[in-house]
């Protein structure tokens, strides 16, 4: 119940979104500097 509860919050969603965008801008910046500038 408590996971079912968890996985049903309000707050799960919106998380979830902002992990997903923050892991595409990461890896978007990586690769911009990296092919762009030369950094690494």
């Given at each position: 119940?408590?996971?079912?509860?968890?996985?049903?919050?309000?707050?799960?969603?919106?998380?979830?979104?902002?992990?997903?965008?923050?892991?595409?801008?990461?890896?978007?910046?990586?690769?911009?500097?990296?092919?762009?500038f030369?950094?690494?």
């Open positions: 119940m408590i996971g079912k509860y968890l996985l049903n919050h309000s707050f799960m969603l919106p998380g979830l979104v902002h992990v997903v965008v923050a892991t595409i801008a990461g890896y978007g910046i990586s690769s911009l500097y990296h092919f762009a030369g950094l690494y």
